[in-house]
């Protein structure tokens, strides 16, 4: 009886899915504050900020010249004027919707909530 060593083969790597293309918004090419975010949103778009984030606070301003809608899941829904700030609480996707004809330019944070225990 002969024996033979098999080739040991090695299966091709597979490449993973083409990675979605962001249509609802531009991300910003300015630097802002340590520990802050920016976001462009186009006009008539949104910005999916989050999806599964919290429990969490989180502070948004409005930099631009439109109103924007803010809208958390197990949060709260609110209109915020230009440069109006507001803090919320949030827990699951968090989206900021611009309704007015110019783009509009956000800053927020995500500040965890602590717990004591």
Known sequence: ?????RKRT???????????KQEHTVPSREK???GHWNQWIEPKRAAL???????IY?????????NVMLMAQHGDLMDLAPGAVRATYAHGTINVENRGEKPVLIE????PIHRRW
């Open 32 to 34: 802002g504050c340590t």
């Open 49 to 55: 900020l989050s999806q599964t984030v919290g429990p």
């Open 10 to 20: 090695v299966p091709a790597k597979r490449k993973s899915a083409v990675p979605a």
């Open 1 to 5: 009886m002969k024996i033979t060593k």
């Open 58 to 66: 989180f502070v948004v301003k409005n930099r631009g010249s439109n």
């Open 108 to 111: 927020f944070d995500f500040l």
